[in-house]
């Protein structure tokens, strides 16, 4: 089985800045696109910012420029660096990762757990 865990969220004021984590452990063959996605209370669930196993990128208008996607591959880990963060941003952030396991024929989907990022002053 393949375990997505996310880590770095807190709680930061406004223009600050975080970093996120998404760490990728068990039966791992090949992890495609990585991708972080959020979400706020009473909204749906949207994508923050993907990227490939080629490290092509794409990212939501509302964060371009402000947030960097990135993923080390030796480490199976995806990060996502937010900067000058707004009230706006706050929402449960989730990990979801295409993988390729070991003895499987096909990639899955998988989501990692959520971590909260409130900003606030």
């Known amino acids: 089985q393949v375990q997505l865990v996310e880590s770095g969220g807190g709680l930061v004021q406004p223009g600050g800045s975080l970093r996120l984590s998404c760490a990728a452990s068990?039966?791992?063959?090949?992890?495609?696109?990585m991708g972080w996605y959020r979400q706020a209370p009473g909204k749906q669930r949207e994508l923050v910012a993907s990227?490939?196993?080629?490290?092509?990128?794409n990212y939501a208008e509302s964060v371009k420029g402000r947030f960097t996607i990135s993923r080390d591959n030796a480490k199976n880990t995806g990060y996502l660096q937010m900067n000058s963060l707004k009230p706006e941003d706050t929402a449960v952030y989730y990990c979801n990762a295409v993988v390729k396991a070991i003895g499987t024929l096909t990639p899955r989907n998988y989501w990692g757990q959520g971590t909260q990022v409130t900003v606030s002053s």
């Open positions: 990227i490939t196993s080629g490290s092509s990128t």
């Open positions: 068990g039966s791992i063959r090949s992890i495609y696109a």
